[in-house]
């Protein structure tokens, strides 16, 4: 019984524990929705933190043509890398080889009616990753992948070198990843403005995000409440079983 009651303690704190991670995702969420109710959107060339709605346009450079999928597009980056890392037979080194980046010339930008400004590819998708973890919100770009291997061959776009192709060993396998931005997409924004364009937050929220303002908000409201009712069943569930638990092993 002892053992029983034990187990039930730990079992208990641990939801408690729970409980309490739920309500610094709250504190979170609180956070940001009180930035998002803070900052109407502003017109396109504003400086400072703003929040900014627009579409996606053509950078300097003009049109861009994505070199994996050919797709028309205001931005792209494409990485080929081979996995796993050859260094690795030395035991060193990372678990990849990055045998190619490509990347657009210049940023994409962000336009109105008015005016535009360039977007800090960053906001877009993160260095040599696709998901940046501190934005959840449905993202702007588009993935296409490639996967080649001598079990699983592929047909591989022109971008990729023929000698890399013929140098694969069987253990070995190729993958193609574009992200890109594809021209005239709505975009809700949320940044920071400077002489050389719309860049991430220093600290706070960031978001770009085929999202309307209102569904941004409403995201959060809805994250709040679900975490909120987290809260209440894991911590009513922890005392109900930790609480007799520890009266029980102390009178033991």
Do not use: K, N
């Not at 929705?33 to 996606?56: C, D, F, M, Q, S």
């Not at 140098?167 to 809700?188: D, K, Y």
């Amino acid at each position: 019984m002892m053992t029983v009651a034990t187990v039930a303690l730990c079992l208990g704190l641990l939801l408690v524990a729970g409980a309490g991670i739920f309500v610094l995702l709250i504190l979170g969420g609180l956070r940001e929705l009180w930035t998002l109710r803070r900052l109407r959107p502003a017109t396109i060339g504003a400086r400072g933190r703003v929040a900014l709605e627009g579409t996606t346009e053509y950078g300097a450079a003009g049109r861009q043509t994505a070199p994996a999928s050919g797709e028309d597009c205001t931005w792209y980056r494409a990485i080929l890398i081979r996995e796993p890392s050859r260094a690795l037979s030395h035991g060193e080194g990372p678990d990849h080889d990055v045998i190619l980046e490509s990347e657009s010339p210049v940023w994409p930008a962000l336009a109105d009616r008015l005016t535009r400004v360039p977007i800090d590819p960053r906001l877009v998708s993160p260095r040599r990753g696709l998901y940046d973890p501190l934005m959840s919100d449905p993202p702007v770009y588009v993935v296409t992948e490639y996967e080649h291997s001598h079990a699983d061959p592929a047909d591989l776009p022109a971008i990729v070198p023929a000698d890399v192709i013929a140098g694969l060993r069987r253990s070995e396998r190729l993958r193609l990843t574009e992200v890109r931005v594809p021209h005239g997409r709505p975009v809700f924004a949320v940044g920071r403005t400077t002489r050389r364009g719309l860049l991430p937050s220093r600290a706070g929220l960031t978001v770009f995000t085929t999202d309307t303002r209102a569904a941004a908000i409403a995201r959060r409201r809805d994250d709040i409440r679900v975490g909120g009712a987290a809260v209440v069943w894991l911590t009513a569930i922890g005392l109900v079983l930790a609480v007799p638990s520890a009266v029980y092993l102390l009178s033991a």
